[in-house]
T-cell receptor
């Protein structure tokens, strides 16, 4: 069964304390992996798309990487405004081209 | 502001009723996606339309249906509503039909009482 699992469920960091969020997936064929940020009561905001193992993308304090089984979202020297839920999603290669989201990691950055 | 507009923002209705949610995609985007987000199920992909045609289907119930019109706006119809249908419904749009990033609207919060 196709599955996307994110860990940890919640993460509390001190401002400036770097860390990583994990997204592991077991799917029959990966067309692409997406990272989104979601603030409470709002729609998800697109961050990155990764297509193949070894690929990396960066944006400000965030860096996303991809292997054959998982993706990491590295947060370097986070600030309180980085507090949000981070979601990863995979798009399957099958003709149905289904999209599966993980349950997210709630990130809280203390000043 | 993502450029995706959803109406209404809030909707309260009774069990057994039917509602229609509306989505206007970003200018130039051909794909529209519908998602349901509830506390216990997370974000669930329902369906995607590309330039008026159904492109991909997820966990959409038979009581739910969607369509995309020639002007590219989309509607999600929910019928025979149950308490468990209470959730946030998001629409997203993207330029292409394949593997491109999607931009989400602010959602419609549906409460079934």
């Amino acid at each position: 069964e196709d599955q996307v699992t994110q860990s940890p469920e919640a993460l509390r960091l001190q401002e400036g304390e770097s860390s990583s969020l994990n997204c592991s997936y077991t799917v029959s064929g990966l067309r692409g992996l997406f990272w989104y940020r979601q603030d409470p009561g709002k729609g998800p905001e697109f961050l990155f798309t990764l297509y193949s193992a070894g690929e990396e993308k960066e944006k400000e304090r965030l860096k996303a990487t991809l292997t054959k089984k998982e993706s990491f979202l590295h947060i370097t020297a986070p600030k309180p405004e980085d507090s949000a839920t981070y979601l990863c999603a995979v798009r399957l290669k099958r003709s149905a081209s289904k999209i599966i989201f993980g349950s997210g990691t709630r990130l809280s950055i203390r000043p | 502001d993502s450029g995706v507009t959803q109406t209404p923002k809030h909707l309260i209705t009774a069990t057994g009723q039917r509602v229609t949610l509306r989505c206007s995609p970003r200018s130039g985007d051909l794909s529209v996606y519908w998602y349901q987000q509830s506390l216990d199920q997370g974000l669930q992909f329902l369906i995607q339309y590309y330039n008026g045609e159904e492109r991909a289907k997820g966990n959409i119930l038979e009581r739910f249906s969607a369509q995309q019109f020639p002007d590219l706006h989309s509607e999600l119809n929910l019928s025979s509503l149950e308490l468990g249908d209470s959730a946030l419904y998001f629409c997203a749009s993207s330029p292409g039909g394949g593997n491109t990033e999607a931009f989400f609207g602010q959602g419609t919060r549906l409460t079934v009482v």
